[in-house]
Every structure is written in C-alpha cells, then in structure tokens.
C-alpha cells in the first residue's frame, strides 16, 4: 500500500510510526495463528490513537510489533525513519530504551523507589541528561508535585498511572504505546489519566497509540482503528463513545 493510503494521515504529516503489510504468524503446534495479516497503518505525529477490536484480534500483537517487542513474519515497521525490520536484539533494546515510551496496565513501578526516582529511572539507565524544565512540567501537568518523594504503596491507582505516565513521557519519545492504561483504574481516575494522555499529544506533541476495550476511553482519542482476524477493517476520526459502540456492534456481527 501507498504511503498515501486510506490509512495514513488525512493531513499528510508524516507518521511517527508505519507498517508496510505486517504480518505475524504464530506457531501452534500442528496448525499456524496468523495473528496479523497484511496490516497497514500509520500513526500521525502528535496525535492519540485507539487500537480496538474483538479478543484475539490481534491488537496486542500489533501492539508488539509496532514497539519491536516482537518481530514480524513478513512486511516490515518503520518507526520515524529508522526501518526496525531486521535490526538485532541490541539494536532493538536500544531503539525501545530510547525512542519509545511504554505505559502498563499494572503501571510497573518499582517498590522501593520514590515517585521521582520511578520517573527519572529509565534516563537513569540510558545515562540520559534530563531535562529539568520538561520534568517540571510533566511532573505539574500530570498534578504530582507534592506527591513526588512518596513511594507507590503511597500513591492511588490513578497516580501511580500518572507516575508511569510522567515517566514513559518524559524523554519525549518518537511514540508511547500504552496497553488498557485505565483497566486497573475506577472510571474517575482513568478520566484523569486519559485527559493527560489527550493534553500530552495536543498541547506537548507527543504521539501516543493506546490499545483498549473500552468505547470510553477509545473516545478520547483522535483517531480509532479497528482490527479483526489480524486485518485492519476499519477507522473512525474524531470518536465519541458512540460512534465507537456502533462501530465495534457492526465488527462482531
Ligand atoms: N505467542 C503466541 N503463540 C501462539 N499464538 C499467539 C501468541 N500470541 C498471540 N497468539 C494468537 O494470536 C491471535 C491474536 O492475539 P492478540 O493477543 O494479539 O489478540 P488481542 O486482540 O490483543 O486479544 P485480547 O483482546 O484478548 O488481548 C490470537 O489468536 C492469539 O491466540
């Protein structure tokens, strides 16, 4: 498929993040899964975009592969210039380290670390300089500040989300994927989660593609696409929770 394909961007600004016919099978033992099947999408810089789909679908798949966890079978993945297909595991460790922001469902925060230390822990291990200015202004966006010394047993759900949040953002990365962030949250801390996610892309430019179930949460963002059986049927713009119910009744007719 073409770069100006019905998929890419409406405004032509060039995708943070684009398949070329991706494909990934899986072994199953006497039979193959072909979780993904000739997928082409890409993800427009400094937008929010919802991954959605039936289970099995192959939304965390894509997911995967998008952010170099796994590789693809055939096809191929290009995060902003840099082709990933084919690059070694040191390569891809590196790209991940530094060029791409992860947010969890089970927020993965360390313990024993403060809410700063969590924050400040990956440009730690990639001995990044940090930007003082740019932590000041997550760490005030996401409503932290006085938070900031206690450690996550001391912290709702929803803040340590913002914590996971303030971190995968902070080196500015080409893309952050975020896997059902709200799906261990109550539906007023997910709000607020999502909220900063939406400000995050409009006001800071970052370009974040969420994987969810929830037609709530996928209607914060500026874009859904759709996936079933491993292809991609269909995408919606500007979303209310809405439309996307609609959407999501006719793809499990
Ligand atoms: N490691 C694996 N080995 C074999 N099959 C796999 C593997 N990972 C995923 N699959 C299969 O690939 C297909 C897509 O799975 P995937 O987890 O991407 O779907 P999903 O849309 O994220 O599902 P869910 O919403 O349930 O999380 C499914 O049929 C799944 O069983």
Do not use: W
């Amino acid at each position: 498929m073409s770069e100006n394909s019905p998929n890419d961007p409406p405004d032509g600004a060039s995708p943070a993040v684009i398949t070329r016919d991706l494909t990934k099978v899986f072994d199953a033992g006497d039979s193959e899964v072909r979780a993904l099947d000739s997928v082409n999408v890409g993800f427009t810089r400094g937008r929010f975009a919802a991954i959605m789909g039936p289970s099995g679908s192959g939304k965390s798949t894509l997911m995967h592969c998008l952010a170099g966890l796994d590789s693809a079978t055939s096809g191929s993945v290009r995060v902003g210039e840099t082709e990933i297909t084919g690059l070694g595991d040191k390569e891809l460790t590196l790209l991940r380290r530094q060029r791409i922001g992860f947010i969890f469902q089970s927020f993965n925060l360390l313990p024993v670390l403060t809410a700063r230390q969590n924050i400040l822990l990956p440009a730690q291990i990639a001995g990044r300089e940090v930007d003082q200015e740019r932590f000041d202004h997550i760490v005030d966006v996401v409503g932290l500040r006085d938070r900031l010394d206690h450690t996550p047993a001391k912290l709702s759900g929803g803040q340590q989300q913002r914590v996971a949040v303030a971190r995968a953002l902070l080196s500015s990365p080409d893309v952050t994927f975020a896997d059902e962030p709200t799906g261990n949250l109550d539906s007023r801390s997910g709000a607020e989660v999502l909220d900063f996610l939406r400000d995050s892309a409009r006001e800071m430019g970052q370009t974040i593609v969420m994987v969810t179930h929830d037609p709530v949460a996928a209607a914060y963002a500026d874009r859904v696409v759709f996936l079933r059986d491993g292809r991609l049927v269909d995408e919606l713009y500007e979303p209310s929770a809405e439309s996307v119910l609609d959407r999501i009744g006719k793809l499990e007719v």
